[in-house]
């Protein structure tokens, strides 16, 4: 496989077309399509499906696009490395995310990949829905399932894992909790059930309980409450080293892993500057939750 016919399929995902992939790489179509059928043929796969409206990614296609783009940022990352001149990302890049993820994690992401580009600006937008690409209300979001309809490009992000807590000085002054069925005994901190955006984040039957007694479609306001010793709740385990007197329980019996995905627009894979920024986001957010998650208590 040469990189070569990597950077021809690359515009073809791109550009939907061997006419505008042609133009993009100053080569005639012709040229293009045998390049991609080359690189068919060393796959063993067809990577699109031809039909009037263009090439669209077969599932293999999407796979090894994938690969592609990291090939494509490796390349061009070492190319302007050793070429003394690494470039850097500027303008504005909104980022919608769930409040826990824009909490606890996007803050210190964020911060990093500023300091190393001065010249971009970051907004983060932190709502508790699911965000709309469509109508562009950010450039690029993070989700906890990765959806299944819209003209979109799903990566995902990482694992990450939650525990039942609660503040030491609630559980000194409460029942003891040795077993799932203690909880019947004990206030149940968790979200508005009307209110819930995602089946990912409907924890209730996996912890046992049948109710929340104090109840927000924030996940930063639930540790608050859990803080403020109000009972035992669902908590983020990189959000932990954030609420130090917060400590887990029953971790041999209740202990859940959700996942983040980045989601993206599908017309914005052909724009450098979101790719780069969305890979660096993705690996910065893969490092934080590895780093949080080692520190809880």
Known sequence: MHWDDLRVFLAVARGDSLSAAGRVLRLDPATVGRRVARLEEAIGAPLFAKSPQGYALTGDGQRLLDHAE?????VNGATADLGGQAGRLTGLIRIGAPDGCA????PQVSAAIAAENPGLEIQIVALPRVFNL???EADMA???SAPETGRLTVQKITDYRLHLAASRDYLAGAPAIRARADLNAHPVVGYIPDMIFDPELDYLAEIGAERVAMASNSVSVQLGLLRAGAGVGIVHDFALPFAPEVETILTGEIALTRAF???RHADDRKVDRLNRFAQALAEGLRREVARLESRKT
Do not use: G, P, T
């Open 70 to 74: 990291r090939a494509e940022a490796a």
């Open 103 to 106: 909490n606890y994690l996007l």
């Open 134 to 136: 469509s109508k562009r």
């Open 142 to 144: 993070i989700a906890v």
């Open 261 to 263: 995905y980045l989601i």
